[in-house]
């Protein structure tokens, strides 16, 4: 006997479609190239886990207890002194573990209570998950170039992002003054996604934290950041992430998480403390990528793409001054695989964006089919 819907539409039928679902024959495209695909879209890291990290992570596979929600001391203590060295803030912030930094995005309107006749901003060019978390809580989704231009009686949250997935821009101290001082004189909860944080290669704008308290003051109140370390510590398959900010929402998201047993592997927790301390695999990890870069980005400015932004993070975002799929078909010929800009939002339609998370060989071989 088939089974009844339950009343309402199902959440699926809420979401829009998968995006990456559309690049399926740009990517058998590109894969017919006599060469072979050459894959930048997803910014999955391709680098080994450092050994030390194996190691605690090893140490700790034999534990069968559950894990807690909040994590060790230690654990706390590792992702407060790494706060505190990469922004700045106070050593006795709020700190709470999450099963990667996407479950976070998705999930927090709701676990902060926000719902249906509410609204949750955030950036026109984004990551699509910002989207997501608000249809997934029944809020209505506004994204906007400055989360001050969606200003209602109806806002309970607005995200920000820097370095910006996926244009690669940064914010400056003064910027993110102004966004903290408008989200406490609105009673708005400030959420800022700052996984990429530690990638800033524009020495005249580095990336700044709202935890810093040049922005702040010293005074956290309805502000959020949330950490990662996939592209850090190469830990995308370890779902290692990390939020930090007001003590009392993050106490409030500490008890909506233990119920719904948002919990990180006791293991993960180990090999986290293990990473958060290890500062030299980073720096290495950071080279590396920076490498990468410098080779990428030549390659596609000499084949005639404008590369805009792009000053901080993972990603070229270049454009041939077109639609986007038009380049990622051009792109597609030559063996290459770019993410189409549509994906983060309308205003991206004429912009790829490339990742520099392939291997050292597959980014000199891209360039090559560029040049």
């Known amino acids: 006997m088939a089974l009844r819907r339950l009343h309402g ?12 679902d559309r690049m399926a024959p740009y990517k058998e495209r590109a894969a017919a190239h006599p060469d072979g695909l050459v894959d930048l879209t997803v910014g999955a890291p391709v680098d080994p886990v450092p050994d030390s990290i194996q190691a605690a992570l090893h140490e700790a596979a034999a534990m069968p207890g559950y894990p807690t929600v909040a994590g060790p001391p230690e654990l706390g203590a590792a992702m407060r002194s790494w706060l505190h060295r990469h922004t700045g803030v ?20 709701f676990q902060l209570g926000i719902g ?60 993110l003054r102004g966004l903290v001082r408008w989200a406490r004189d609105s009673g708005i909860v400030l959420a800022s996604d700052e996984c990429y944080l530690t990638l800033g290669w524009d020495d005249d704008r580095p990336p700044v934290s709202v935890l810093d308290p040049r ?9 959020l950041a949330a950490h990662s370390l996939s592209k850090r510590s ?33 293991a993960v927790q180990r090999a986290t403390i293990a990473a958060l301390h290890d500062e030299e695999h980073a720096i290495a990890q950071r080279e590396r990528y920076g490498r990468r870069r410098e080779v990428l980005r030549a390659a596609v400015e000499s084949a005639g793409l404008r590369i805009d932004h792009s000053g901080a993070g993972l990603y070229l975002w270049a454009t041939r001054d077109e639609d986007c799929w038009d380049t990622v078909a051009w792109l597609a010929d030559r063996g290459i695989l770019a993410a189409a800009g549509e994906f983060y939002g309308a205003k991206g339609n004429r912009h790829v964006r490339l990742s520099l998370t392939a291997t050292d060989e597959a980014v000199a071989d891209a360039a090559q089919r560029l040049k």
């Not at 539409?9 to 990456?20: D, G, K």
């Not at 912030?93 to 999930?107: C, D, I, Q, R, Y």
């Open 90 to 109: 106070a050593e006795d912030v709020a700190v709470l573990p999450t099963v990667g930094s996407k479950e976070l995005v998705a999930n927090l309107p």
């Open 9 to 20: 539409a199902s959440p699926a039928r809420r979401l829009p479609r998968f995006p990456w």
């Open 116 to 175: 249906p006749g509410e609204t949750v901003a955030y950036p026109e060019i984004a990551y699509p998950t910002y989207e997501i978390g608000a249809i997934l809580a029944k809020a209505e989704p506004v994204p906007v170039a400055d989360p001050r231009d969606a200003a209602s009686s109806r806002l309970r949250l607005a995200w920000i992002n820097y370095p910006t997935n996926p244009t690669g821009e940064t914010a400056s101290v003064e910027h």
């Open 234 to 266: 190469n830990l995308a398959g370890y779902r290692s992430a990390f939020l930090a900010g007001d003590p009392a929402l993050v106490a409030d998201l500490l008890e909506i998480r233990r119920h719904a047993g948002f919990m990180v592997p006791w």
């Open 215 to 223: 922005v702040n003051d010293g005074d956290l109140t309805g502000l």
